[in-house]
């Protein structure tokens, strides 16, 4: 009869040594106590069962021995601790501190001192007790270093597993909306996995790496998940950070085994979301980490080594294609770079018609609308914002999403929510001058400017109050007489303090309509060239991924220039929606009170208010009896 083998798997294996170290670290934790209680005069090994209880020894201090030296009989010292009989027979323990003059004092007294100095089998533990777990402990780091990838065995390996994503997603180019030039940009990527025969009969070489960049929320993630479901090949994803480690070594370590199982899957995808973790621009005085430059070495090898038909597409995804390092970006590596930008007007439409089929929504809600009121909104953040608008229905009690519900969530999602602030009259009126000063100018250059959607004195966030502006279209310029009616309408609402409340009453609630009027005035006077006294010079220099030195790169004269001639803008924006106020006074003082009653105004209420054809919220009845309509935001 053949005898069985008796194998252990690795995880059985991992279990054994794992509870021998515990059996050892619990013998070790008896013996410390065992020496602690030693000390105290009662080990445990000291006293038998059979030991007859005696009567304790009388405990001396210092001070009593020193004073009682002519009663002591006899001493035996072993260290610190001293123990003997008096001469009338009492049995003592005392503690003492060694000292040979203060021994030959008491043998002159007539006390008989002995001095043990052998050494128990206790002291001999305290002695090789450490060494013997220090030597247990390099053992045990180094019986897993016997080959295996970055000199690392494949148990410590396991101990620290990488978080791989497999499977073969269900996601398509069907479940991504606002970014059609993308997909259409990644179409070779599926052609190749679906098929790499007609590319290698032409001779063309399907890039073996893109890489996605683009603002947080682009989704860049959905799109690397929904290359891999239109192609129906295997979909391996791992995290940048996943690869970084304490231990030197172990991220090489990683990289060798992710690229290993999909070799061994080929052709698939292999997604490394954060590549910037790993792939950061190497520099010579970058010493303390060595660790994260093996590894991006290792990735560069893996990805366009000594073999290259691997059939491994690898897709990195970050928002900081700046930080790469230029071997990664290389021809042979990463060698299309796809950036996803913010979706359009379009596209934002399209991102919320695909999340709302989803949501129940009222036939009343205009997604195209929301859409138009959404400019700078990610795919994530037009998610979240139906999501918000489906939680504040559940607050108020609706059955499906209504439009005031899409509202509140824009407002919330822009402004913050709203604040309960025990305000002053007079704050309250003040505001709502302000922004009846910014509502009216907005009316006045209507045909110039973005149309105004609402104005409200509801607190939120930082904001007292504010005036919405929806775009009719996405805009890529703006024109002199766009940028020059954007800074009225800024500052039209501090104008409206001062002619209303007098100069001596205006507040501080325009700070953020100054701060944004004096960056589009800079941009346009320092980029644009739109200036004549400065001319036509750009004196910002545009740095890597969109950043901007602060300070003009100009001389000190034309810095003087520029600071002068963004005040000059400035202060003609603010003359011109003084006069502006001023010829329509009464008609602003209409806006405020209805601010002041409503507290929340529409574009079209606003404009009915300014061209006085017809009262906001009021109907005729068939006996021409006027019925107002109470709306309160």
């Known amino acids: 009869m053949k005898k069985q083998k008796n194998t252990l798997n690795p995880k059985q294996k991992r279990d054994k040594s794992s509870w021998f170290f515990i059996l050892f670290a619990a013998l070790f934790a008896t013996l410390v106590a065992n020496v602690l209680f030693d000390r105290n005069g009662g080990g445990l090994f000291n006293k038998s069962a059979d030991t007859p209880t005696v009567s304790k020894p009388l405990e001396l201090s210092f001070s009593d021995v020193l004073r009682r030296s002519g009663d002591i009989k006899t001493m035996s010292l072993r260290g610190e601790r001293a123990s003997g009989e008096l001469k009338d027979g009492t049995k003592y323990d005392a503690v003492i501190t060694y000292n040979p003059e203060l021994l030959e004092k008491f043998s002159q007294n007539g006390t008989e001192v002995s001095i043990d100095t052998s050494k128990s089998w206790v002291d001999y533990l305290g002695t090789w007790v450490p060494i013997l777990m220090g030597l247990f402990f390099i053992w045990w780091i180094f019986r897993g270093m016997r080959g295996g990838a970055g000199g690392l065995s494949k148990t410590l390996l396991g101990q620290n597993p990488t978080k791989i994503v497999t499977g073969k997603p269900k996601t398509t180019f069907k479940d991504v909306a606002g970014i059609d030039s993308e997909k259409q940009e990644l179409m070779e990527i599926v052609d190749f996995l679906k098929d790499k025969n007609k590319f290698q009969a032409v001779g063309a070489r399907v890039p073996r790496g893109v890489l996605l960049a683009g603002e947080p929320g682009t989704g860049k993630t959905l799109l690397a998940r929904a290359i891999a479901g239109e192609a129906n090949v295997p979909f391996f994803a791992a995290s940048g950070s996943d690869f970084s480690g304490i231990i030197v070594g172990l991220g090489v370590a990683k990289i ?50 000594f073999s290259n038909d691997t059939g491994i597409i690898v897709i990195g995804a970050t928002n900081r294609p700046d930080m790469l390092d230029p071997a990664l970006l290389r021809p042979g590596r990463f060698d299309r770079q796809v950036h996803i930008d913010l979706p359009d007007m379009a596209g934002r439409k399209e991102i919320l018609e695909l999340h709302a089929k989803k949501i129940k929504m009222d036939e009343t809600v205009d997604l ?51 604040k309960v602030r025990k305000m002053r009259p007079q704050d309250i009126k003040t505001t709502a001058y302000h922004e009846a000063g910014h509502a009216f100018v907005s009316t006045v250059y209507a045909d110039i400017t973005d149309p105004i959607h609402k104005a409200t004195i509801i607190p939120r966030g930082r904001a007292l109050g504010m005036v919405q502006h929806l775009p009719i279209d996405d805009k890529v310029s703006m024109s002199i007489a766009e940028v020059r009616a954007n800074l009225s309408i800024a500052l039209a609402g501090r104008a409206a303090e001062e002619v209303f409340f007098g100069k001596d009453k205006i507040t501080t609630g325009a700070e953020s309509d100054i701060n944004m009027a004096t960056r589009l005035a800079r941009r346009s006077i320092t980029m644009a060239g739109l200036s004549d006294k400065v001319g036509i010079v750009s004196i910002n220099q545009v740095q890597t991924f969109g950043t901007r030195v602060p300070l003009e790169t100009a001389s000190e004269k034309t810095a003087e220039l520029v600071d002068a001639e963004i005040k000059s803008w400035l202060d003609t924006a603010y003359r ?33 208010i300014v061209s006085g054809k017809k009262k906001s919220g009021v109907k005729k009845t068939s006996k021409n009896k006027a019925v107002k309509k109470s709306k309160k935001a």
Do not use: W, Y
């Open 576 to 608: 011109d929606a003084t006069k502006l106020l001023i010829k329509n006074k009464k008609t602003v003082e209409k806006l405020a009170e209805e601010l002041l009653h409503r507290e929340t105004l529409t574009g079209e209420e606003i404009m009915e």
């Open 368 to 418: 195209g609308e929301v859409a138009r009121g959404t400019t700078g909104f990610s795919g994530a953040d037009l998610e979240n914002l139906l999501n918000e608008s489906a939680l504040h229905a559940v607050r108020v009690g609706h059955k499906v999403v209504m439009r005031d519900d899409m509202e509140e969530a824009r407002d919330k999602v822009l402004m913050g929510p709203k």
């Open 256 to 305: 060798k085994e992710i690229f290993e199982m999909a070799k061994r899957n080929a052709p698939c995808l292999l997604f490394i979301d954060e590549i910037d973790a790993i792939g950061q621009r190497r520099s010579q005085n970058s010493f303390n980490d060595q660790d994260r430059e093996q590894t991006l070495n290792q990735l560069l090898i893996e990805m366009d080594g």
